[in-house]
């Protein structure tokens, strides 16, 4: 590829959970053993979406063609999601696993804490050279040491020139239980697609842009429950209340009191939920959103019927995200907005 052509996006994913996995139920009875799958959730379909919109045509209107999935991340062993990545075609993506009670027992790590391993995780993302991290089911809150940490330190020069793509043969080891470590994951050669106003130089030390997915509407529901939450306070409105991070309103509610950030449906029930992909910043679920997509509630659906209608929308919302960011990224908008005061976006001093 000529360096005058723009390299792709480099995109790090975060997964948590497990999925769809083989194991041998022994039956009792006859003593045999019978292979069967167990859907548990979190099964990394967020981040198959993403690296599905990576092959569609650019004419598609969720082509991430100019984007490249160049590592995975995960907080469990069993995710599913780095089989995902791994197994991925036509271009297999470096996926490690990184727990944190296996770091601490690494030697060294003995009595180091929480904050530490965010530093670690950190380091390992930035060494891959991201212009865009992606918390697709990341279920972990992530402190102000990990986003501190997590900036650029390399020349824009350098960030599509690490190791070539993987063979197959030399891929990390499938086996859920690998730590599989990852060095810089795939390579995108070409010219910085950075605009001419956005140097290297100026480029150096600033916060990689990360974003995560939130299945509810901003200022609703933060946490890791916001779907059943938002069944619960449809269904059970006298009972349901909400905590937001934020002091901004929300359309659905009937009542919010600003002073305290917390709302409570009183006699009204809300009629919609939906997703958010957000900025991170140290406040739980609470940046700025960059795409907002409302879901209607059903009256006689079950939780398990409203889990499955987010989860499609969280696959289109994910994709619109990314292509967003990457869209500001290309303009050298991104970093001209950062954070929340008040449910709003506040300029960068």
């Known amino acids: 590829m000529s360096q005058t052509t723009p390299r792709k996006w480099r995109i790090t994913v975060l997964i948590s959970g497990s999925g769809k996995l083989p194991f041998l139920l022994l039956d009792s009875l006859t ?74 027992k690494q030697p060294g790590n003995e009595g180091k804490g929480r904050a530490e391993w965010e530093r670690e995780l950190a380091r390992k993302i930035r060494d891959t050279k991201p212009d865009l991290v992606v918390l697709a089911g990341w279920m972990l809150i992530l402190g102000e040491g990990f986003l501190d940490e997590l900036r650029r330190d390399w020349d824009e020069e350098a960030a599509g020139v690490s190791s070539p793509p993987p063979s197959p043969s030399a891929l990390p080891s499938l086996d859920p239980n690998s730590p599989s470590p990852i060095s810089h994951g795939l390579t995108t050669p070409g010219a910085s697609p950075y605009p001419s106003s956005l140097p290297s130089a100026s480029l150096r030390n600033r916060p990689i842009p990360i974003i995560n997915l939130h299945p509810a509407l901003p200022g609703q529901f933060p946490g890791a429950h916001a779907i059943k939450d938002a069944w619960d306070a449809f269904n059970t409105p006298s009972s349901s209340t909400f905590t937001s991070s934020t002091s901004s309103s929300s359309a659905t509610l009937e009542t919010l009191d600003p002073s305290t950030n917390e709302g409570e449906v009183g006699g009204r029930r809300i009629t919609k939920t ?61 970093w001209d907005e950062e954070g929340v005061e008040g449910g709003k976006v506040v300029p960068k001093a």
């Open 274 to 334: 939906g997703i958010m992909i957000h900025r991170v910043i140290p406040l739980l679920d609470a940046g700025a959103p960059v795409i907002v997509k409302e879901v209607p509630l059903v009256e006689g659906e079950s939780l398990e019927g409203l889990e499955e209608r987010i989860h499609q929308v969280e696959h289109v919302g994910i994709v619109e995200a990314v292509k967003e960011v990457t869209r500001l990224l290309g303009e050298g908008s991104w």
């Open 31 to 104: 003593l045999t053993h019978r292979s069967h799958s167990l859907e548990i959730p979190c099964t990394g379909s967020n981040l198959q979406a993403i690296l599905d919109a990576t092959q569609l045509p650019a004419s598609d209107p969720l082509s991430l063609a100019h984007c490249t999935v160049t590592s995975v991340f995960s907080s469990r062993t069993d995710a599913f999601g780095l089989t995902r990545a791994r197994t991925f075609a036509p271009s297999p993506t470096p996926a490690e696993s990184f727990p944190l009670l296996r770091w601490r």
